[in-house]
T-cell receptor
Framework: DAGVIQSPRHEVTEMGQEVTLRCKPI?????LFWYRQTMMRGLELLIY????????DSGMPEDRFSAKMPNASFSTLKIQPSEPRDSAVYFC??????????????FGPGTRLTVL | SQKIEQNSEALNIQEGKTATLTCNYT??????LQWYRQDPGRGPVFLLL?????KEKRKERLKVTFDTTLKQSLFHITASQPADSATYLC????????????FGKGTRLSVIA
């Protein structure tokens, strides 16, 4: 398996533009997580899905952020409009859904977003 | 307030020595704790899991302890090598089962030859 795939790897955009980040989880994994990492705040959970259904989006900073998972092999995180403070590395991670488990998460390589 | 603190932002150690990284937490009751390694420009990679009813776990040169009374986990790398240089993140699992993790900010370890 190729692991978790994220695109693009780097994104530079101007304030006010729409940004869409993409993620393909590992096949067969039931859970998908979106994180944001900055020096100041570390790795923060934004939202996670179980079987394509959003379970907890309390980490989404504001209404400018939205995430979808239309099927088991694809998820998007959208920021509209983007602001300079959104600059960060965004990670997608997936995990198998064995019952009672404390399963490891498999992270993608991340998307480095710069908003000018 | 809830906090996860990893002992220092950076730790330098001589090759061959044992590196010890600390993860302390406040106002959490984790069911388990995980440690991840992150290299520059890459996503975190899982290393070890330890549950609340376990005191110690080992994997090759790695050892993790978990003290729920002290609210602390220690992560040891014995016979450290320059290739062990990376950032190490601890993560709390707050409920049993597959629930999100809460991550510390990490400790950057440099092993000097």
């Amino acid at each position: 398996d190729a692991g978790v795939i994220q695109s693009p790897r780097h994104e530079v955009t101007e304030m006010g533009q729409e940004v869409t980040l993409r993620c393909k989880p590992i096949s067969g994994h039931d859970y998908l997580f979106w994180y944001r990492q900055t020096m100041m705040r570390g790795l923060e959970l934004l939202i996670y899905f179980n079987n394509n259904v959003p379970i907890d989006d309390s980490g989404m900073p504001e209404d400018r952020f939205s995430a979808k998972m239309p099927n088991a092999s694809f998820s998007t995180l959208k920021i509209q409009p983007s602001e300079p403070r959104d600059s960060a590395v965004y990670f997608c991670a997936s995990s198998p859904g064995t019952s009672g488990g404390a399963n490891e998460q498999f992270f993608g390589p991340g998307t480095r977003l710069t908003v000018l | 307030s809830q906090k996860i603190e990893q002992n220092s932002e950076a730790l330098n150690i001589q090759e061959g020595k044992t590196a010890t990284l600390t993860c302390n937490y406040t106002n959490y009751s984790p069911a388990y704790l995980q440690w991840y390694r992150q290299d520059p420009g890459r996503g975190p990679v899982f290393l070890l899991l330890i549950r609340e009813n376990e005191k110690e776990k080992r994997k090759e040169r790695l050892k993790v302890t978990f003290d729920t009374t002290l609210k602390q986990s220690l992560f040891h790398i014995t016979a450290s090598q320059p290739a062990d240089s990376a950032t190490y993140l601890c993560a709390l699992g707050l409920l049993s089962g597959n629930t999100p993790l809460v991550f510390g900010k990490g400790t950057r370890l440099s092993v000097i030859a």
